[in-house]
């Protein structure tokens, strides 16, 4: 019903940038919700940064000011940008939204499969 293609991962080296972009398909009515999230080896996935259809953004105290989400309605994707990273910022990175799929009555959430950045010299 909805798929979630993510992309912009890869290797980086400290201080670099990268741009993860997540585009949803399908049967889609309208997307509340929009975010980021990241997991590392033996860590619990955690938030990175959130914005919603009002376009109001919430972020982790570890990437404010190095990390920048936005959203195109239009084309229902959402990015990250990435500047400033650290090695700590290596991680599994997955879009999350929450959106109404049309003629249901409820908003679900949905999953991608996770793009990995890797920030390493």
């Known amino acids: 019903q909805v798929q979630l293609m993510e992309s912009g991962g890869g290797l980086v080296q400290p201080g670099g940038s990268l741009r993860l972009s997540c585009t949803a398909s399908?049967?889609?009515?309208?997307?509340?919700?929009m975010g980021w999230y990241r997991q590392s080896p033996g860590k619990e996935r955690e938030l990175v940064a959130d914005i919603t259809s009002g376009r109001s953004t919430n972020y982790a105290d570890s990437v404010k000011g190095r990390f920048t989400i936005s959203r195109d309605n239009a084309k229902n994707t959402v990015y990250l940008q990435m500047n400033s990273l650290k090695p700590e910022d290596t991680a599994v990175y997955y879009c999350?939204?929450?959106?109404?799929?049309?003629?249901?009555?409820?908003?679900?959430?949905?999953w991608g499969q996770g793009t990995q950045v890797t920030v390493s010299s």
């Open positions: 399908g049967s889609i009515f309208n997307i509340n919700y």
């Open positions: 999350k939204i929450i959106a109404t799929i049309q003629g249901a009555l409820y908003a679900r959430q949905y």
